[in-house]
């Protein structure tokens, strides 16, 4: 193995070790955003300041190591500007598609940013939905507007309150 050989064979392990702490850092924001999503269920709130705080621990590092593995990866251009290279691209390129611990590992990184995506999305969805839950409750208990606390009566006609719907006894 020549030196250009034994220099690039350097420059894809360093790579391949960033790649491997990125998967399982983002497997592991994965894992975070899980048990984030059973907090809001559980309405926990203590652990769901945990495991926010803990998910921008991860994503502050994932930044940090997929900006790194990008700088490594990016191919400079003709105007010495750095060509953005995705991950399937540097692997074609470099002759790894046949090479099962590179694909796997890509495999692997978008299968846990796939669920990462999904589960910030689902939570997102459980925390307004919670919001609109509660300020919906807010609004038909301490309305605004006294003519908008109505009540029904027994005869089905509505009639209107000059207490909150809460001292009505409801």
């Known amino acids: ?44 709130v203590q652990s769901l300041a945990k495991f926010t705080g803990l ?7 994932g930044n940090a190591l997929t900006s790194k593995r990008l700088e490594m990866t990016s191919e400079r251009g003709k105007n010495h500007k750095k060509k953005i290279m995705s991950l399937a691209s540097f692997i074609g390129l470099n002759n790894l598609l ?18 990462v995506k999904r589960l910030n999305q689902e939570n997102s969805i459980l925390l307004k939905t919670s919001i609109n839950f509660v300020q919906d409750l807010i609004r038909l208990y301490y309305p605004k507007n006294e003519s908008e606390s109505k009540i029904y009566t027994r005869d089905g006609k509505t009639e209107a309150q000059k207490k909150a719907v809460v001292d009505c006894g409801v």
Request: no cysteine.
């Open 1 to 44: 193995m020549n030196n250009l050989q034994k220099k690039n064979q350097q420059l894809l392990d360093e790579i391949h070790s960033i790649l491997t702490e990125e998967v399982v850092l983002y497997e592991s924001l994965a894992d975070t955003a899980y048990q984030k999503q059973k907090a809001i269920l559980e309405n926990n």
């Open 55 to 61: 998910e921008q621990t991860f994503i502050r590092k």
């Open 98 to 115: 046949k090479n099962e611990e590179w694909v796997g590992m890509e495999n692997r990184l978008n299968k846990a940013l796939t669920k």
